[in-house]
């Protein structure tokens, strides 16, 4: 029964196994999940490591998502790998996260291939080291005709700079007469996004325990269930991301609407919203 926390507590105490089947079974899988990889530097930390090697544990982490994604038959993976903020960090960083996605990319590209993904990515791509870019435009070349899951690289991103180029893309096609105000709406305006092909994500995970989507798919993520975990991004494994799964599972989804009201929530009289009078009824409102 969606809900209930106890179906939760249950479903956690099960092994890895028997919780695959359980949240397969309940149906209702995101199509779309989205990640904000938060956590290494404080992983790496607690280790008295330096950084970089938060970020390289960090991509065990990503194999896992990988798999459970294909296990849950989840679409759709966005990883906020590398945001507009980043930049930001001391240069040394900086250039070591380039080398080590280039790297990565390199090393996984043929298991990818063998798990049937294909890589997409998000964000201003030519602000991209050269040898990064070229890593990257490969494995998207190579990868392109695969079916099991799509997984979109958020790289050089910002939420609010994607919404600037898609305003700019829209007002480029208007200024050209391709298409009229009349006709400007969401699905127009989604042409400019970067991956306008892409389903808005059902779910977005934050690991670390931070509460915020720091410029993370500000447009996409408007109806998108959060979950919070306070779990490191190194130590999140594939358990925590079917467990989440099963929390959105057990979430409500409205979409701004409103839910269906039975007996207990109208009165005994069973008095309908739609009904004239209705909503006074419920509400106890002296006209």
Partial sequence: ???????LQKLAALDDDRLLEEVKGRGDIPAHVAIIMDGNGRWAKRRFLPRIAGHRAGRHS??????ACRKLGVGNLTLYTFSQENFKRPQSEVKALWLFLQETLLAEVEDLNRQGIRVVASGALDQLPDKARAALERAIVFLAENKNLTL?????????????????????????????EEQVDEDEFRRGLYTPDLPDPDLVIRTSGEARLSNFLIWQTAYSEILITPVLWPDFQERDLMLAVADFQNRERRFGALPEFGASELGQDRTSLSAPGGWRRLLKVIP
């Fill in 152 to 180: 979109n690289l958020a790289l050089a991103y910002g939420g609010r700079q994607e919404v600037i180029h898609a305003a700019l893309v829209l007002a480029r096609r208007l200024a050209a007469g391709e298409i009229t």
């Fill in 1 to 7: 029964m969606r809900g209930d926390p106890k179906n």
């Fill in 62 to 67: 990503v194999r896992r998502c990988l798999q």
